[in-house]
């Protein structure tokens, strides 16, 4: 069995147990194992074909997790487009077919391409007949950068069971430490909290209100949360680890972080990319 496919069935297997926060409410695994159903006959009924490219534009929501998964229980390729940006150079970059996007609110919209020129790279993985993912780099010294990845390669590292623990995804749905936390989640029987607003004082009331055991953020984000004293007011007690990556940490934030949440383990997580 694939590792994809394992991992489809633990979450088919967890029922009712929590899996998404969003919109102040959980959803089961059992609701997330539904949708990803209805995604596969969608995908199957409409195309596109397996091995081909599309590109998806979102935030983590039921929706949007739903059809990534379903997309590379399909066999496609998924390009991650940036939330924020024009979608059409990465479209282009990434050889898709297809553009899906998940907006805030209202239903998903998916816009037909003309049938896009290959790249040795996607051919290669598509004679292979394994889903992949394009992620882009985040573009900071010129122009953004495709990398294409294997999902079963992807999924090696989360064989070994982590620990079932409410997650709050702080890093975004297109960005590689983003797309680690949402597997690793997943893979552990975790429950995933997604924010709508990334500002310290929306992040503090959210790991209150969903009760989130881990907070997983970039540098700067701490940075800002210990200058904003937004934690002041709020409960977080319910936070036993912080990990942080996607930028180098100073020792003088790292040493404010300590005082700041004496209990919680600070944990440096290290990726890239490509």
């Keep these: 069995m694939s590792r994809l496919a394992r991992m489809l069935e633990g979450i088919a297997g967890r029922g009712e147990a929590p899996c998404l926060y969003s919109g102040r409410r959980w959803r089961s695994y059992a609701d997330l194992a539904a949708r990803i159903a209805v995604w596969q006959r969608h995908i199957a009924a409409a195309g596109p074909a397996p091995g081909s490219v599309i590109a998806v534009q979102a935030d983590y929501s039921l929706d949007s997790i739903s059809f990534l998964l379903a997309a590379w229980a399909s066999g496609l390729i998924v390009a991650f487009v940036p939330r924020d940006a024009d979608p059409e150079a990465y479209v282009s970059a990434s050889c898709a077919v297809a553009r899906f996007t998940f907006p805030p609110s209202g239903p998903p919209v998916s816009v037909r391409r003309p049938a896009a020129s290959g790249h040795a790279l996607i051919e290669r993985l598509r004679s292979a007949q394994d889903a992949g993912m394009v992620i882009f780099t985040s573009g900071s010294t010129g122009e953004a950068k495709a990398a294409l990845h294997s999902v079963e390669r992807f999924l090696h590292k989360f064989e070994r069971p982590g620990r079932a623990l409410r997650t709050l995804a702080l890093l975004q749905f297109d960005h590689v430490a983003g797309l680690d936390t949402l597997l690793y989640t997943l893979c552990a029987g975790g429950g995933l909290v997604a924010p709508?607003?990334?500002?310290?004082?929306?992040?503090?009331?959210?790991?209150?209100?969903?009760?989130?055991?881990?907070?997983?953020?970039?540098?700067?984000?701490?940075?800002?949360?210990?200058?904003?004293?937004?934690?002041?007011?709020?409960?977080?007690?319910?936070l036993a680890v912080l990990t942080y990556g996607s930028e180098p940490m100073d020792a003088a934030t790292l040493h404010r972080l300590n005082e700041a949440f004496p209990g919680v383990r600070l944990s440096q997580k290290y990726g890239t990319t490509e």
Excluded: K, N
Excluded at 204 to 210: R, V
Excluded at 216 to 236: T, V
């Design 196 to 238: 709508t607003e990334r500002d310290p004082a929306s992040i503090c009331a959210l790991i209150e209100d969903s009760g989130a055991q881990v907070l997983s953020a970039s540098p700067s984000f701490l940075r800002l949360l210990l200058a904003s004293g937004a934690m002041e007011g709020h409960d977080l007690a319910s």
